[in-house]
């Protein structure tokens, strides 16, 4: 029997359903005798700390690895860097990871997601098993993975993918299915009961993007024409999401929508009187839809395939068609006027799921796999051997990435300690969500200990009333593009004592400096900078001379006599 076992997560953060799930399959295998490995790549992200614990407390080995891009070269997300250097960066994580493999003596390889490939090639080359889970759907920003299928199967001893639709569509793309099993994921719910109200609200959980698709559940609102009925978003946004939902609700006068924000524990704040609405574009199958149905939550989704497995599995849920607000509106005005009678067929539901969905029979299909898992059969990637990731070049790339943004908070009269810090990977953008104590009066945010280029940045409070907080001094030079710091230990200071808030979040963007030539680049700002210094020095230069042709004049010279004169006189 397999057990020693290395998984390559997606992102190291409990923010999205893959990673809640495979975190839960982790867990329950190390509680059943299983020696388990996690690579990730670090980040600063909010729910980061909480993943490591999570993990930690249960016996599982971390192993957070610095990356530039960790999923595929065509997976959504930004590409920093040269493409050269991505590549290299690719080839030191696979290193990593095979060295994971011999020192740890790992039996198996699983890949969490389809967007990370690493793992793959390290098994293969170590010539172990390896397993690949699959949790998204090949369209929108993952269609790029049509074009990998018979990789992801020809270097994979078994792969698993989320019932219903999306193994019924991968199905299709392969003549491999004798690889091809499906899994349940499974997101761990604690028994507290909600909040008990007599208050009909509409709730929308989930990160506020183009894809969980929001903006759609505004337009219903409005068309609903009820607004003494509150509609509450609980999640984290994207920035030009949320602006776009705010100028809606502007434009339409909205007046009882509220932003909460992140909550740890999103269903704390639901309570037994609520509808939830789920308007995403593309889903697997929604975790937050099961947990509105293991919570006994009246319930409207879209028509599209991930939801419906959902509402398959445990027979739940109302459906609208995708884009037609005028549906989604008046199914959400049939669950109000018909509240008791649906909330009553949920509760109903609730109980007979709680039985359903347990860890067990979500993953029997892997955990079967791996008390019966064969010898590896010997991948081609095999003979690649020596240029997969086995000598890695030195590169400043490297010591650049080990670097880390620190927050320090203090009182007004007070100074700043270590004690009193968060530290966050340097990435080359990122958005860190943090909370200070109720009577913090500065902060100070360390840019790393080198000299660096800072394209924009900024600090706000997170809450729905977003106000934002501007500099109050800084040891960096600001060149009309950005803020330049020349030296080591770039910092920036905030004064905070007047505003009324503890949760903050603090987004900067790193200017772009390995493309030396191009237009707009960090050359041609110093150059221009350059040219304005030698401008004020000229024009310096000739206020200088025209001074100096002025007070050497004659008519300058008698000025001066006869002012002399008068001042002697009095």
């Not at 903006?215 to 024409?225: C, G, R, T, V």
Request: charged letters at 25%.
């Amino acid at each position: 029997m397999v057990k020693r076992i290395l998984f390559v997560s997606p992102t190291g953060t409990l923010d999205n359903g893959a990673e809640k799930s495979i975190t839960n399959l982790m867990i329950y295998l190390s509680e059943n005798g299983y020696q388990i490995f996690n690579v990730y790549p670090e980040n600063g992200h909010y729910t980061h700390r909480q993943y490591i614990q999570s993990l930690l407390k249960k016996n599982i080995k971390l192993y957070p690895l610095q990356t530039i891009k960790w999923w595929w070269e065509e997976a959504p997300g930004d590409s920093l860097f040269s493409k050269e250097e991505r590549s290299l960066f690719y080839q030191y994580n696979i290193k990593q990871i095979r060295d994971i493999i011999k020192n740890e003596k790992i039996d198996l390889v699983i890949s969490n997601t389809v967007n990370v490939f690493q793992g793959s090639i390290a098994a293969a080359c170590e010539k172990i098993p390896h397993y690949w889970l699959i949790h998204e759907f090949p369209d929108r920003e993952f269609a790029y993975y049509k074009d990998k299928i018979n990789y992801i199967f020809d270097n994979s001893d078994k792969v698993f993918s989320v019932v219903g639709g999306l193994t019924e569509t991968l199905s299709e793309l392969t003549n491999q299915n004798s690889k091809l099993n499906s899994f349940v994921p499974y997101s761990y719910l604690s028994d507290e009961s909600l909040i008990s109200s007599d208050k009909r609200r509409i709730i929308s959980i989930g990160r506020i993007n183009e894809n969980k698709n929001q903006l759609e559940l505004l337009e219903a609102y409005a068309k609903l024409n009820r607004q003494e009925i509150p509609l509450v978003f609980i999640g984290d946004w994207e920035e030009d999401i949320k602006k776009q939902c705010d100028t809606f609700i502007k434009e339409y006068s909205l007046r009882n929508v509220h932003f909460l924000g992140f909550r740890e524990k999103p269903w704390d704040e639901v309570t037994d009187a609520d509808i939830c609405v789920f308007t995403s574009k593309s889903e697997a199958f929604s975790l937050v839809f099961v947990e509105s149905v293991l919570k006994g939550v009246p319930s409207i989704v879209s028509n599209i395939k991930g939801y419906q497995s959902v509402s398959d599995y445990f027979q739940a849920g109302k459906s609208y068609n995708l884009n037609d607000t005028d549906e989604l509106k008046d199914r959400i005005l049939e669950l109000l006027d018909n509240f008791d009678d649906y909330k009553s067929s949920f509760l109903t539901i609730k109980n007979n799921s709680k039985k359903l969905y347990t860890v067990e029979n979500c993953f029997h299909s892997i955990i079967s796999s791996l008390e019966s898992l064969q010898e590896n059969n010997e991948k081609s990637l095999a003979a690649l051997d020596s240029l997969l990731g086995s000598v890695i070049p030195s590169h400043e790339i490297f010591d650049i990435k080990s670097q880390y943004i620190s927050i320090f908070y203090s009182k007004k009269e007070e100074d700043f300690t270590e004690d009193n810090c968060y530290k966050f990977p340097l990435q080359y953008m990122d958005q860190i969500f943090f909370q200070v104590p109720i009577d913090t009066g500065k902060l100070r945010i360390d840019l790393s200990e080198l000299p660096v280029y800072i394209e924009s940045v900024s600090l706000k409070t997170s809450s729905n009333l977003e106000q934002e907080v501007f500099i109050t001094a800084t040891n960096g030079i600001n060149t009309g593009m950005g803020l330049l710091f020349d030296k080591n230990d770039p910092q920036i200071l905030y004064s905070i004592d007047g505003v009324d808030s503890i949760n903050y979040v603090f987004t900067y963007k790193l200017k772009d400096i390995f493309k030396l030539m191009k237009e707009n680049s960090i050359l041609s700002e110093i150059s221009n900078l350059h040219s304005k210094h030698n401008q004020l020095v000229s024009d310096y230069q000739r206020l200088s001379d025209t001074y100096s042709s002025i007070i050497n004049s004659k008519r300058w010279k008698m000025s001066s006599k006869i002012i002399n004169f008068f001042r002697r006189s009095k």
